[in-house]
């Protein structure tokens, strides 16, 4: 037979134990959005950095276009200049000198 304090007992225990599910059920809630929160944020910074690489690896190839093309006109400049009655022997001295 449940007696009174048993009763009372069972019922101070459910009041204690009520609370703690809901807090931890709170608790979990709020583990998952945050977990979630991290998750954006490395997608985020993910992205941030491809964007960074990306425009890096852009800038590094107009700066090669550029020095190829810098060095075609020098190359030219230098071809233009060459005597036209001995070419031969000046592109030896110029192959020797570069």
Request: charged residues 25%; positive net charge; contains cysteine.
């Amino acid at each position: 037979m449940i007696t009174k304090t048993t009763r009372r007992l069972w019922l101070y225990g459910l009041c204690l134990l009520a609370p703690a599910l809901a807090v931890g059920g709170l608790a979990l809630g709020l583990l998952h959005r945050e977990r979630a929160r991290v998750a954006e944020r490395e997608r985020a910074a993910v992205e941030s950095r491809r964007s960074s690489v990306e425009s890096r690896a852009r800038l590094i190839a107009e700066n090669v276009e550029l020095l190829v093309a810098e060095a075609g006109g020098a190359l030219m400049a230098t071809l233009e200049r060459s005597p036209a009655s001995d070419p031969r022997s000046h592109l030896r001295d110029w192959a020797a000198s570069n």
